[in-house]
């Protein structure tokens, strides 16, 4: 009776450790096949919010004439990205432990572990998928938009967003225009190097082709293809549009395009004793978003 009574009070101990050890590996597992840190800059929060401030850049060196000249920053757009709180719990009662459906059990953090790593995935895939749409960036305009303004005392406008379907030439077109017509906001080049093709797996096959094949893809002659190996491709099956497709420059992006965590996977536990029920749950904050636009071209395909 004494082994019973203090099994019914502490059921929930003996399978706390159980448990985060199943939720911890799904997670852990989930997260190493996630796209967030390979698009995303990753950054840690001990803040409430976080403000991006944009700095222009400088003027070219100028000629000593035994004084030097002195420039300064221009003061681009703000960004603050905030901290929403997300949460979710599950519940076992005793009875699950004494007939030792371990499962059911087990199933219980297992799934806690994917729907934590599924709700991150949604999140940064939404910055893609309403790339489009929207207000949401520094300058109240969509990530990839037609008028990007260079500053706010500038109102010349650049262009990251296209809508022509995915292929050679396309890809060939958009790769030239970071090195062409992607400026600062003193409108001097910025040399983007477009090293980063990002579709949905519609346009998986396609895009493989065209950065492995060594001829020209769908061509009679053998030509070399311009292309081989000159791209890195990411495929996520998160994208939403089939259609849509997206060229990064992979490290100004990571400046641009910034995932914050502020809590990470709190995993806490509680019981109930007059019910005989534990219950765990995980806790996070964290925000994703851009404070630029210059490090990606988006493909908006109708």
Not at 27 to 33: F, G, M, N, S, V
Not at 118 to 135: D, L
Request: net charge negative.
């Amino acid at each position: 009776m004494t082994q019973s009574i203090a099994i019914s009070e502490n059921f929930g101990d003996l399978l706390d450790s159980r448990f985060r050890k199943i939720y911890t590996t799904e997670l852990r597992e989930r997260i190493k096949e996630s796209m967030i840190p390979y698009l995303f800059g990753m950054e840690k929060s001990t803040r409430a919010y976080e403000m991006m401030s944009g700095i222009g850049g400088m003027s070219d060196l100028q000629d000593f004439d035994g004084s030097i000249s002195y420039d300064t920053f221009a003061q681009l757009y703000d960004k603050t990205f905030t901290f929403p709180e997300k949460a979710l719990g599950i519940k076992v009662e005793r009875k699950l432990m004494d007939d030792e459906l371990f499962n059911i059990m087990d199933s219980k953090p297992w799934q806690l572990g994917i729907s934590v790593a599924r709700t991150r995935e949604k999140t940064a895939a939404g910055i893609f998928n309403s790339a489009f749409v929207g207000t949401g960036g520094p300058d109240s305009l969509p990530l990839c938009s037609a008028s990007h303004p260079l500053s706010p005392d500038d109102a010349t406008t650049q262009s990251n967003a296209g809508s022509t379907a995915f292929s050679a030439t396309a890809v060939e077109a958009t790769r030239r225009l970071g090195y062409t017509s992607v400026k600062n906001d003193r409108g001097e080049l910025l040399e983007v190097n477009f090293d980063t093709i990002l579709c949905a797996v519609s346009n998986e096959e396609a895009a493989w082709e065209l950065i492995n094949s060594a001829g020209k893809t769908n061509m009679a002659n053998n030509n070399r293809n311009f292309h081989e190996g000159r791209y890195k491709l990411a495929v996520w099956h998160r994208l939403t549009d089939a259609n849509n497709w997206f060229m990064l420059d992979s490290n100004l992006n990571k400046k641009f395009l910034l995932w914050w965590d502020r809590v990470s996977g709190d995993f806490n536990y509680d019981r109930d004793f007059d019910t005989m029920v534990a219950k765990w749950s995980v806790y996070e904050r964290y925000s994703a978003g851009h404070c630029g636009y210059q490090g990606i071209y988006g493909h908006n395909v109708t």
